[in-house]
């Protein structure tokens, strides 16, 4: 059996910084996944990369390989979260913090909501990751709402979501500092 390994991000920040459950806040530790996967099955094709001979073809055969990747696992709630998820769903919270806290600081009524996949609202206080975020203002005596983040599945690696700005994001950041 042939093994293979793949790490998608950051390393250092994966070893070296700790990282808190979005659950119930408790330390994450590290955990080797694994998964035996064909060669020749439908699931290998998101791996393809690591079945590609140094020379840029790719291994020929019939043969299972045993798929290991790193991510994280807190023992108090039992999950499972993908190290990639993580770091991109920390990097969307400081970011709405920050948001916040210059609406704040220019005394604007801002409200964020998020929502899942199904388009019901989500209350992060039920530590549950949404699908995307809304962000509300009052302008010019009316409410503009813009989505600001949005969640896409990472097409080589089917477990990470990552959340992605979009260009919403830039205009209410503009408009807040005018303010």
């Known amino acids: 059996m042939k093994k293979a390994y793949y790490f998608h991000g ?3 920040k994966f070893l070296f910084k700790k990282h808190y459950c979005p659950w119930c806040d408790n330390l994450l530790s590290k955990k080797l996944n694994h998964k035996i996967v064909n060669s020749n099955s439908e699931e ?3 791996y393809k990369s690591l079945y590609s001979s140094t020379d840029g073809g790719s291994i020929i055969g019939n043969f299972d390989s045993d798929i290991r ?7 108090s709630c039992d999950k499972e979260i993908e190290h990639k998820t993580l770091f991109s769903y920390e990097k969307v919270m400081a970011k709405i913090s920050q ?3 210059l609406a ?3 005394n604007k009524d801002l409200h964020i909501l998020y929502y899942d996949e199904y388009e019901k609202t989500v209350n992060l206080e039920d530590k549950i990751f949404f699908n995307k975020a809304v962000i ?3 302008m010019n005596g009316s409410y503009v709402e813009k989505v600001c983040f949005i969640a896409l599945k990472n097409q080589n690696y089917e477990q990470a979501v990552y959340y992605k700005s979009t260009d919403h994001l830039k ?3 503009k408009i807040l500092r005018q303010e």
Do not use: M, Q, V
Request: charged share 30%.
């Open 69 to 75: 990747h790193h991510l994280f696992y807190c023992g």
């Open 136 to 138: 509300s203002f009052k």
């Open 99 to 101: 948001i916040i806290e």
């Open 171 to 173: 205009d209410i950041i």
């Open 104 to 106: 704040r600081s220019k």
């Open 10 to 12: 950051n390393i250092i």
């Open 44 to 46: 290998a094709k998101k």
